[in-house]
T-cell receptor, first 115, second 108 residues
Framework: ETGVTQTPRHLVMGMTNKKSLKCEQH?????MYWYKQSAKKPLELMFV???????ENNSVPSRFSPECPNSSHLFLHLHTLQPEDSALYLC??????????????FGPGTRLTVT | DAKTTQPPSMDCAEGRAANLPCNHS???????VYWYRQIHSQGPQYIIH???NNETNEMASLIITEDRKSSTLILPHATLRDTAVYYC?????????FGQGTRLTINP
């Protein structure tokens, strides 16, 4: 248990569906992150939030829409996805975005399959 | 950000020490060395980090050479549960950049 939870753990959705991934951290951290891990590829950073404000968006398609209502919760809203979006989606948190050193604590991930 | 080089895979016998090398010859003075691991289909797990001095915690030891151009992560008594992909990351402030890592297999 890292103090970061993600739901659901597995999700199968069609290309026309709309779904949301949820992440919650119980560590009192101020920064939260979304990563994508496709098969046999390194983790790719998607979004970074610091105190509920988005500070980084790594050229992610608009069919992925993040939301951070408070510093403990992070959502990733999905719509009109493509089969190549099938991947493990990981949420992480850290104390701050810019402090060094800092470590990130990851959730268990959501395994997404787009059919 | 400095780039790291790790062997793609390594094997180690259960109960022995696992020594995972990492080269980071372009590391700059304010960059830390971090190690994470990822057990199959789980999120990465932070292991340890260091700047100049060797570090030890309950999971592992980190040995950084004096010139800081390379480091070694040591798992002193490897168990089957240590089988994972191990990532060496060199980073200052801001985001972590994960490479391909070393796939460590602990054999019974």
């Amino acid at each position: 248990e890292t103090g970061v939870t993600q739901t659901p753990r597995h999700l199968v959705m069609g290309m026309t569906n709309k779904k949301s991934l949820k992440c919650e951290q119980h560590l009192g951290h101020n920064a939260m992150y979304w990563y994508k891990q496709s098969a046999k590829k390194p983790l790719e950073l998607m979004f970074v939030y610091s105190l509920e404000e988005r500070v980084e968006n790594n050229s992610v398609p608009s069919r992925f829409s993040p939301e951070c209502p408070n510093s403990s919760h992070l959502f990733l809203h999905l719509h009109t996805l493509q089969p190549e979006d099938s991947a493990l989606y990981l949420c992480a948190s850290s104390q701050e975005v810019t402090a060094t050193p800092y470590e990130q604590y990851f959730g268990p991930g959501t395994r997404l399959t787009v059919t | 950000d400095a780039k790291t080089t790790q062997p793609p895979s390594m094997d180690c016998a259960e109960g022995r020490a696992a020594n995972l090398p990492c080269n980071h010859s372009t590391i700059s003075g304010n960059e830390y060395v971090y190690w994470y691991r990822q057990i199959h289909s789980q999120g990465p797990q932070y292991i340890i980090h260091g700047l100049k001095n060797n570090e030890t915690n309950e999971m592992a030891s980190l040995i950084i050479t004096e010139d800081r151009k390379s480091s070694t992560l040591i798992l002193p008594h490897a168990t089957l549960r240590d089988t994972a992909v191990y990532y060496c990351i060199v980073q200052g402030a801001q985001k972590l950049v994960f490479g391909q890592g070393t796939r460590l297999t602990i054999n019974p």
